[in-house]
């Protein structure tokens, strides 16, 4: 287990791998931000957000919560999206699950967990949505990963229900926003290929919040 001191020792050391490959490395990153993706994950702390995309400091524009929730009521992620899609201008939301979630697994089970209650009801509420699909697999571990899967589906939807994200859409054609699972086991991200104008269309009789109407 890495020590409380030997935290400073690394950060000396990273400091000194990226100014021997960019002298200017620091003074760069402390110009400003120009993100093109703003990651939205879980609070895991088996999940970097930067490293399993391959990204460097400045190039992702990131939010966690355990598992990796959109709710309305939840100021905080609403600032996040807000500031990421007006003033950063990004180009693409990815809202990012893993398998073997806790947070996932702690909603699958009927029992009261406290004030974790509130929060999990938004994953218990995805199963309810998908219960006939997800009571259909008898195999229990692939029941827990279907669920980390259409929960991701369901956070994306949440996205795209915001005024900020489908004005911004209706002006410049971003963001788009992706679903995307992080297999701890091989270290692979999984792409779900959601539709993302179809579930626009499909979401507008009721969350249309522009006077748009999408066509496919």
Same mark, same amino acid.
């Given at each position: 287990?890495?020590?409380?001191?030997?935290?400073?020792?690394?950060?000396?050391?990273?400091?000194?791998?990226?100014?021997?490959?960019?002298?200017?490395?620091?003074?760069? #990153?402390?110009?400003?931000?120009?993100?093109?993706?703003?990651?939205?994950?879980?609070?895991?702390? &088996?999940?970097?957000?930067?490293?399993?995309?391959?990204?460097?400091?400045?190039?992702?524009?990131?939010? &966690?919560?355990?598992?990796?929730?959109?709710?309305?009521?939840?100021?905080?992620?609403?600032?996040?999206?807000?500031?990421?899609?007006?003033?950063?201008?990004?180009?693409?939301?990815?809202?990012?699950?893993?398998?073997?979630?806790?947070?996932?697994?702690?909603?699958?089970?009927?029992?009261?967990?406290?004030?974790?209650?509130?929060?999990?009801?938004?994953?218990?509420?995805?199963?309810?949505?998908?219960?006939?699909?997800?009571?259909?697999?008898?195999?229990?571990?692939?029941?827990?990963?279907?669920?980390?899967? #259409?929960?991701?589906?369901?956070?994306?939807?949440?996205?795209?229900?915001?005024?900020?994200?489908?004005?911004?859409?209706?002006?410049?054609?971003?963001?788009?926003?992706?679903?995307?699972?992080?297999?701890?086991?091989?270290?692979?991200?999984?792409?779900?290929? #959601?539709?993302?104008?179809?579930?626009?269309?499909?979401?507008?009789?009721?969350?249309?919040?522009?006077?748009?109407?999408?066509? &496919?």
């Amino acid at each position: 287990m890495t020590t409380y001191q030997q935290i400073f020792e690394n950060n000396r050391n990273w400091v000194a791998s990226k100014t021997a490959l960019d002298v200017d490395f620091f003074k760069k #990153l402390a110009s400003d931000q120009n993100p093109e993706y703003l990651y939205i994950g879980c609070s895991d702390s &088996r999940v970097p957000a930067n490293e399993i995309m391959g990204l460097d400091s400045g190039e992702v524009f990131v939010h &966690r919560n355990i598992a990796n929730l959109v709710c309305a009521t939840d100021l905080n992620v609403m600032a996040v999206i807000n500031y990421a899609v007006r003033y950063l201008d990004i180009k693409h939301i990815i809202i990012c699950g893993h398998y073997n979630c806790g947070g996932v697994k702690a909603a699958m089970q009927p029992k009261d967990m406290g004030i974790l209650n509130p929060w999990l009801r938004n994953i218990r509420d995805v199963y309810r949505l998908h219960k006939e699909e997800l009571n259909a697999i008898t195999d229990e571990k692939q029941r827990y990963d279907r669920l980390v899967e #259409l929960n991701v589906q369901e956070q994306c939807v949440n996205v795209i229900k915001l005024a900020s994200v489908q004005q911004e859409y209706v002006k410049t054609g971003y963001p788009i926003v992706h679903g995307w699972v992080f297999d701890l086991k091989t270290g692979l991200l999984k792409d779900l290929n #959601l539709d993302f104008e179809k579930i626009l269309h499909d979401i507008q009789e009721i969350y249309n919040l522009t006077d748009t109407n999408w066509k &496919r």
